[in-house]
C-alpha cells in the first residue's frame, strides 16, 4: 500500500473509532469520500484504491477477538475501578498508545478488546498507591506471533497511568530480539527515537516517532536504548536514583545474567533506602519469552538458575513488587519442573497469583488455518533433502548445492512479493524465513548459496524480463514462470507479475540472523517508500520473539520434539493482511504432523483454562493441570534426559485419545497382537454382542472393561519390559482403567476402523475384510527397528473416530457448544475431538485399525510389508482423583529413541 493510502487508511480508522454508532459498508465508503475531498488526498488517490482500501477496512471491521480467560488466586482483590474513580489513575500514556493502535488501522474491536484485557491484567498487579509491602506473580499466555508485545505494552502504558515508577522488560537472550523490543517500546510508550537520543546533541534528539507525535507533555525515561544494552555508568549519568525522575522509568534489558548483574548494582548503590536495603517505588517485571533461558533452552543449569536467582533479587529489593510473564507455550517450563532441588527457586515465580490466556483475533494466522484448515494451500513438503541436506548433519557440512525445494521456495517468494506490488503494498515489507540448521558457519554457507540463487534470478531478469513472451526462453524467468502457475495461478496474471521482477529483485537481500560476527540486524526501517525485501537466515536467533516483517514464504528443516521450540521456530504464525493466500511454508512431512499434534495439545490447555475460569479453580490448579497433562510426559523426560534417573509424575488421561504411535519391528509379536484383537471379537460375540456396520467400519457397544483388560495384556508394541513411549506403556493405560473399571469405565465402545482408500487391498480379521490404513514412518527409528507412526498430524486414526458410539444428537450438540465456546462463534473446517470426549455419559472408546507402514520418500530402509494392528483409547472425563494416575517416566529410554533435542546446542560454542 503506498503511503498515502496508509494515511488514508488510518485517518478512515481514527474516525471511525470516534463515531459510536456501527459502520456500514456504505459509512465506511463515505468517510474515504469525504477525506478524499481534503486538500492532503484531494485528485491523489483512484477510485480503485479508494475502493481497494474500503474493502479491506471492511474486511477488519469484522475482526473479532474475545477477551480469553482467567484464574485467579483465591485472595484476588481489584482496585482498578475504585482508583479511576478517584482519579488516582490517568489515561496520558494509553490514550496515546490507543491513537497510535487506531492510526494503524486496527479493527476497533481489537483495540477494545486490548483495552479490557490489559485493565483485568493491571487490576491483578498491585495497587502502586497502596503504600504497604505487596508482591504479585502473573503469567499471560498468548498465541506465538499473535500480538503479545503489543498486549504488554498497552500494560506498560496503563501501569505508567497508574502510578508504576520503574517498568523492566526483559526481553530474550539475544541482542537482535532486545533491540527490536526496544523499538516497540520506543514507538508505543516513549514517543522517542531512543537510539537517536543516544548519539547525537541535545538540538537533534526531537525525533519523534510512535506515540510521540500525540502528546510530548510527558516522555517517559528510557535507560537504555535501541543500539545499546542496561549500562551503569551510562544510567548514573542520567540521574542517581529512581526516586528523583518526575516520569517513569524504563528499561528492555537482555535476559544476561551480566546484564542483570549491573542492574542489581546499579540499583543497590543508588537506589536503596537507608536503613532498609529496599526500593520505595512501585516496579514491574515483564518477562517476555517466559519459558525461555530455563531447562528448555540451551543455557547451562548453573546460567539458568542465576537468571532466575536475579530476578528473584530484582524483585526482593522493591517494597512493591510485580512479575509478569508472558508466553505462547503453556507447556512452558515455570507449569513442569524447573530441574532443580531449590524449592524457592521452583516457586517463587510461578504466578501464583493469576493466570490470563489470551484470545487470537479472528484473523490470526496460525497452527489452525495452517496445518489444518488450509494446509493443502499453505504447506508444501520437503522430500529431496536428505542427500543433500540431511536434517541432522555436523557443523563442517558443505552446502556445495542446495536441495530443489529451497530453490523453489526462493523463487516462490519473489514472485509473491511481485504479485505483493502488483496488489498495491509495494511500501509493506515481506520477509522469507529459512531456517534449516543449528551451525552459525553452515547458516553461513547457506547464505552464501542462496545470495548465488538471487543473484542469478537478478542478471536473468535484468537482461530479459523487459522482452514480453520471449522473456521465458530465459531459463531463470522461465523456472519464475513454472513457480507461479504451481503457486500462485489462481492469484494473479503472469503479465502483472513479470514487470515487477526486477524492482523485486533490486531490492532482494539476503541476509544472515544468528550469534555469529557475519549477523546482520534485520531493519525495517530503511525501505523510505518502498519497504524491505529480505529473505533471513539463521536458526536459534530466529526462533524467539524475533518478528519477520510481512513474512509470506518459510524454508524450516530442523529437528525438535520440545513443544516450546517447535512452536517458537514457527514465525509464520501471525498475520497476514491482504496476502494470506500467498503465503507457503516448506517443512517435512514429520515437522507437519507435530505442529498439528502439537496444536490440538495448546488448544486442549486454553479451553481447560476457560473451563477452569467458569469453577473459579485457582492458579495452583491450573498448573496441576498442564503438569498432568499426558504430553507433559514428553517434555519432562526431555528436560530430565541428563539424569539417569527414573521420574515419579502424576498423568491424567481423562479427555485424551492415547494411540500406539511406535511399534517394534518384531513378526511374533506383531501375530500376537493381531490374535489379541480377534479374541476380543470374538468373546463380545460369545456375550450376544452384535457387531454394527457403520459408514467407515463396525462398532460394538457396551463391551466389558473385562475384555478390554485381557486384550491390553496380549498386545505388546514394544518387546522389552522398559517402554519408551510413556503414553502407550501398557501399565499406564492398565493402571488408569482398573483405578476405574468398577464405575466410569466398566463398559466400553469398540471401533473396528476401515480405510476408504479404495488403492489398497481388504485383508481378513475375525470374518471381517478390512482396508488397511497407509501412514508414514520415521526413517532414522525405523532403523533401530521401531515403526514410529508420524502422519499427518501425529495420529494413527482421524478426528472422525470418535464420534462413533454417539448419537447424532449428541455429536450436533457437542459440535455447537464447541462453536459457541470460540470467539468469533464460527466453526472451524478441523475440530479438536476432545469435543467429543466431553460428552456426558459417553462410554471410552476403544479403537482397533491396521496400518501400512509407508517409507518416506528419501528412505532406502527396508520396511514390513504386512500391516500391523494398532489400536486408540479415547477416555472420557473423570471424576476419580481428578483423572489422575501415577506414574514413573523412563528418562532413558526416551533418550534413546529421541537422542538430543537439536536445538539444545544452539547456544553454545560456534551454533546459533
Avoid at 581 to 596: M, N, P
Avoid at 790 to 802: F, K, L, N, Q, T
Wanted: proline share 4%.
Amino acid at each position: 500500500m503506498k503511503p498515502l493510502l496508509s494515511s488514508l487508511e488510518g485517518m478512515t480508522s481514527m474516525y471511525m473509532a470516534s463515531q459510536p454508532a456501527p459502520h456500514t459498508a456504505q459509512s465506511i465508503r463515505d468517510i474515504i469520500t469525504q477525506l478524499r475531498s481534503t486538500p492532503m488526498f484531494a485528485d491523489q488517490v483512484e477510485d480503485s484504491e479508494a475502493e481497494e482500501l474500503a474493502r479491506l477496512i471492511e474486511e477488519k471491521y469484522g475482526i473479532s477477538m474475545g477477551l480469553g480467560a482467567i484464574v485467579d488466586a483465591k485472595d484476588f482483590r481489584p482496585w482498578l475501578h475504585d482508583a479511576r474513580i478517584n482519579g488516582e489513575v490517568g489515561d496520558f500514556y494509553w490514550g496515546r498508545y490507543r491513537q497510535l493502535l487506531n492510526l494503524k488501522g486496527l479493527p476497533k474491536s481489537v483495540i477494545d478488546a486490548t483495552d479490557e484485557v490489559t485493565d483485568r491484567v493491571l487490576d491483578r498487579l498491585g495497587d502502586p498507591n497502596n503504600t504497604s509491602a505487596w508482591s504479585r506473580r502473573g503469567m499471560v499466555v498468548g498465541h506465538v506471533q499473535s500480538g503479545k508485545t503489543q498486549n504488554y505494552t498497552g500494560l506498560i502504558c496503563k501501569a505508567a497511568d497508574a502510578g508504576y515508577r520503574l517498568i523492566v522488560v526483559i526481553a530474550g537472550i539475544h541482542n537482535n530480539l532486545r533491540n527490536q523490543t526496544q523499538a516497540r517500546i520506543d514507538e508505543g510508550f516513549i514517543g522517542r527515537d531512543t537510539g537517536r537520543l543516544a548519539h547525537v546533541n541535545k538540538a537533534q534528539r526531537q525525533k519523534l516517532i510512535g506515540v510521540g507525535q500525540f502528546d510530548q507533555r510527558e516522555f517517559p525515561v528510557s535507560l537504555t536504548n535501541t543500539l545499546r544494552d542496561f549500562n551503569k555508568a551510562t544510567a548514573t549519568t542520567n540521574t542517581s536514583q529512581i526516586g528523583q525522575y518526575n516520569v517513569p522509568v524504563v528499561l528492555v534489558i537482555k535476559k544476561n545474567s551480566s546484564t542483570l548483574k549491573n542492574l542489581l548494582e546499579w540499583l543497590k548503590e543508588h537506589s536503596v533506602q537507608q536503613g532498609t536495603q529496599m526500593v520505595n517505588q512501585p516496579m514491574l517485571v515483564i518477562d517476555d519469552e517466559a519459558d525461555n533461558a530455563s531447562i528448555n533452552t540451551a543455557y547451562a543449569r548453573d546460567e539458568v538458575t542465576r537468571i532466575n536467582g536475579q530476578i528473584r533479587e530484582l524483585l526482593s529489593i522493591f517494597h512493591r513488587s510485580c512479575y509478569v510473564g508472558y508466553t505462547a507455550t503453556p507447556f512452558a517450563n515455570i507449569f513442569i519442573d524447573p530441574d532443580t532441588d531449590d524449592d524457592a527457586l521452583r516457586q517463587d515465580l510461578f504466578p501464583r497469583h493469576f493466570i490470563i490466556g489470551l484470545d487470537a483475533p479472528s484473523n490470526y494466522f496460525g497452527a489452525q488455518k495452517v496445518f489444518l484448515d488450509a494446509r493443502d494451500r499453505h504447506i508444501r513438503l520437503i522430500e529431496d533433502n536428505e542427500d543433500i541436506f540431511p536434517m541432522k548433519h555436523k557443523i563442517d557440512h558443505p552446502v556445495d548445492v542446495l536441495p530443489g525445494s529451497l530453490v523453489q521456495a526462493v523463487r516462490a517468494f519473489i514472485v509473491s512479493r511481485a504479485i505483493r506490488n502488483a496488489r498495491g503494498q509495494q511500501a509493506a515489507h515481506a520477509s522469507m524465513l529459512i531456517n534449516a540448521s543449528r551451525f552459525t558457519d553452515v547458516q553461513g554457507r547457506l547464505r552464501s548459496q542462496v545470495a548465488d540463487v538471487v543473484g542469478r534470478m537478478r542478471d536473468a531478469v535484468a537482461v530479459d524480463a523487459g522482452k514480453g513472451r520471449a522473456a521465458l526462453n530465459n531459463p531463470e524467468i522461465a523456472a519464475l514462470h513454472s513457480v507461479w502457475q504451481q503457486e500462485y495461478a489462481e492469484d494473479a496474471d503472469w503479465t502483472d507479475v513479470q514487470p515487477r521482477l526486477h524492482e523485486v529483485l533490486i531490492a532482494a537481500r539476503v541476509v544472515e540472523v544468528n550469534a555469529s560476527k557475519r549477523s546482520q540486524a534485520l531493519d525495517y526501517d530503511q525501505g523510505g517508500e518502498h519497504g524491505v525485501t529480505i529473505i533471513a537466515v539463521g536458526g536459534f536467533s530466529l526462533s524467539r520473539g524475533l518478528t519477520l516483517e510481512g513474512l509470506t514464504v518459510s524454508y524450516f528443516l530442523r529437528n525438535s520434539i520440545m513443544y516450546d521450540t517447535l512452536m517458537q521456530m514457527g514465525r509464520w504464525f501471525g498475520y497476514r493482511p491482504g496476502y494470506e493466500d500467498l503465503c507457503r511454508v516448506w517443512i517435512s512431512a514429520d515437522g507437519v504432523g507435530w505442529y498439528a499434534h502439537i496444536h490440538e495439545a495448546m488448544d486442549d490447555l486454553q479451553s481447560q483454562l476457560k473451563r477452569m475460569e467458569l469453577v473459579k479453580a485457582t492458579p495452583e490448579q491450573f498448573g496441576l493441570a498442564v503438569r498432568s497433562h499426558p504430553e507433559t510426559l514428553i517434555v519432562t523426560a526431555r528436560n530430565k534426559m541428563g539424569s539417569s534417573k527414573e521420574l515419579p509424575v502424576r498423568v491424567s488421561l481423562a479427555e485424551h485419545l492415547v494411540e500406539t504411535t511406535i511399534v517394534a519391528v518384531n513378526a511374533e509379536q506383531l501375530r500376537i497382537n493381531v490374535r489379541a484383537g480377534e479374541k476380543l471379537l470374538a468373546k463380545a460375540h460369545t456375550k450376544g454382542i452384535a457387531l454394527e456396520p457403520r459408514p467407515r467400519g463396525y462398532l460394538l457397544k457396551n463391551v466389558s472393561v473385562d475384555l478390554i483388560r485381557d486384550f491390553l495384556n496380549e498386545y505388546r508394541a514394544e518387546p522389552n519390559t522398559r517402554p519408551v513411549n510413556p503414553l502407550a506403556d501398557p501399565k499406564l493405560i492398565a493402571d488408569y482403567i482398573d483405578g476405574r473399571r468398577e464405575s466410569e469405565l466398566a463398559t466400553w465402545d469398540v471401533f473396528v476402523a476401515s480405510s476408504k482408500n479404495l488403492e489398497m487391498s481388504d485383508l481378513a480379521f475375525a470374518g471381517l475384510q478390512l482396508v488397511p490404513y497407509e501412514r508414514m514412518v520415521d526413517d532414522a527409528l525405523l532403523k533401530k527397528g521401531i515403526l514410529a507412526f508420524s502422519g499427518s498430524r501425529r495420529r494413527i486414526g482421524a478426528s472422525e473416530d470418535e464420534v462413533e458410539g454417539l448419537t447424532k444428537d449428541q455429536i450436533l450438540q457437542a459440535r455447537e457448544t464447541f462453536r459457541l465456546s470460540r470467539p468469533d462463534k464460527t466453526l472451524p473446517a478441523s475440530v479438536n475431538p476432545k469435543i467429543y470426549r466431553q460428552v456426558a455419559g459417553r462410554r471410552p472408546l476403544l479403537i482397533l485399525r491396521f496400518v501400512k507402514p509407508k517409507a518416506d520418500a528419501q528412505s532406502s530402509t527396508a520396511i514390513p510389508l504386512d500391516p500391523v494392528l494398532a489400536w486408540g483409547m479415547s477416555f472420557p472425563s473423570s471424576q476419580i482423583d481428578n483423572g489422575l494416575v501415577e506414574y514413573v517416566v523412563n528418562t532413558i529410554g526416551m533418550r534413546e529413541m529421541f537422542g538430543d533435542d537439536d536445538s539444545e546446542e544452539e547456544a553454545r560454542g560456534d551454533t546459533d
